[in-house]
């Protein structure tokens, strides 16, 4: 059991990882590319779209990696012991 916890921790913080990363690029990206006056310009408004926009693809990405992880990792017991 100790292999599973493990490798689905080392999963969800490579997860946060790279998430962290893909929206400080996807951010910095708006910010070059787009013509923006006034409170658009604002980080925290384009983080925030970031977050609505991207972030619920990204869980269910996180999700499917863990339920493919659970099945492939050997030691895993779906059966419970009495």
Known sequence: ?????????IT??????????YGYLWVNNILETETLYGYERSRL????AFLVNRVPYLLIALA???????????GFSRKRTS
């Open 1 to 9: 059991m100790y292999k599973v916890t493990f490798s689905v921790l």
């Open 12 to 21: 969800i913080a490579a997860w946060l990882v790279f998430t962290a990363i």
């Open 45 to 48: 408004l384009i983080s925030s």
């Open 64 to 74: 499917v990696l863990i339920v493919l992880e659970l099945l492939v990792v050997p």
